[in-house]
């Protein structure tokens, strides 16, 4: 871990601030590696690998790495219902030296701690701001869940004390900062909304009564607002982090926020969901990750989150790739004609105009061409109607990139408990 003066803080600086090439030979490396172990000793990556036609002897690299097929979820966890508990997946030689065997929730069971440490999450810790010395109190859980124990492990890395509290109890998680002093809080955005709040409600001083400095929060998006108002009340810095407990971390904050830095032990492609390919650079795709675990590797494993990368370098120094933010799930987006359409995206374009009530996006297909269609009801009835209309087009087109057509229609025409994005494409 260094420090250097400008307060930016890695894990391991040479590497997260390395040259390109050098970090592509590295992860070429670590890849090959990791399916050669997986090909030789997991059956169910011997299964798939062979069912795609794929030889790992004649895969060269990352420039490879497309040619391999995507690991869903479900794919995982019909394959631990077959062959169980961890459905051929693990590369572990006999006797497995499997430390704990983690439950996740819908039954998904992982073998924790066999070989090796996942750095991850301690670059993550480091980067949020971290340091050895910390006393950090842990409201992830413990049990049926494996972050708890993931991130605890994480934390005994860079050398910080983990206070194991869990979520609830929130009285006596407020007792806890106090007395022992706490300088760090990982877990849930919410859950450090609740205790602050409830803190304040007890009319103490979160600047005086408590002493914490810095937060890792993960497991749900965090508004702008939730950070600023917990930042300007607790006076401490809360920073995001975003991976799943198969996969590892998947990007984090610097204290910069520009974006989520991903670690340097894992690889992290946005892919069209539906081909495997890797979007256009900046392009929003499901974001897709590869990581070198030499007891459970996932490779090319499916997250069902969208994401994109940023172009844009970070004034901590760290080069290697970041991802803007998480924009949301697969299921909820609509591919039109190529482009992803996502909630939020059309929300944009809808809060420029205060004259709107409600609206709807209706994907439909017409001679074999995708229509986008914002059905609109408007506030009142207005001579400007037809203005509007012209106007919101226009900017669907310059936000969405692709082009839509905007119905108004009159008011109670969209039911009440409507989908955002309603997709009426049939494909067969
Ligand atoms: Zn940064």
Known sequence: MVQSPREERFWDKARETGEQEE????LSGELLR?????????????EIFSAAGIDPGRMEGLEDLEKLPILRMADLVSRQKTAPPFGGFEVAQDPP???????????????????????????????????AGDSILNTFNYHLWPFGFIIDKAAKMIGATMIPTGPGNTLMQIKILQSLKATGYIGTPSFLMTLTQRAEAMGLDLRKDFSLKRGLVAAEMLPHSLRDNIEKKTGMRVR???????????GYECRHKTGLHVPENIIVEVVDPETGRQVSPGGTGEIVATNFSGSYPMIRM??????????DACPCGRTGPMLRRIVGRIEQAAKVRGTFIHPWQADEVIALYPEVYKYQVVITREDHVDVMTFVVELKEETRRAEMIRARIERD???????????????????PDQHKKIDDQRSWD
């Open 396 to 414: 669907i087109k310059e936000r969405l990139t692709i082009k839509g057509v905007v119905r108004i229609v009159s008011k109670g025409t969209i």
């Open 302 to 311: 499916a997250t069902g989150d969208l994401s994109m990368f940023s172009a």
């Open 240 to 250: 995001q982090a975003y991976g799943t407990v198969l996969i590892g971390c998947i």
């Open 23 to 26: 970090r592509r030979a590295r």
């Open 97 to 131: 030296r499997v430390r704990r065997i983690y439950i996740n929730p819908g039954f998904i069971v992982q073998p924790g701690e066999v070989d090796g440490e996942d750095s991850s999450w301690a670059e993550a810790l480091v980067g949020a701001g971290f340091e």
């Open 34 to 46: 990791t399916l050669r172990l997986a090909f030789q000793r997991s059956p169910a990556y011997r």
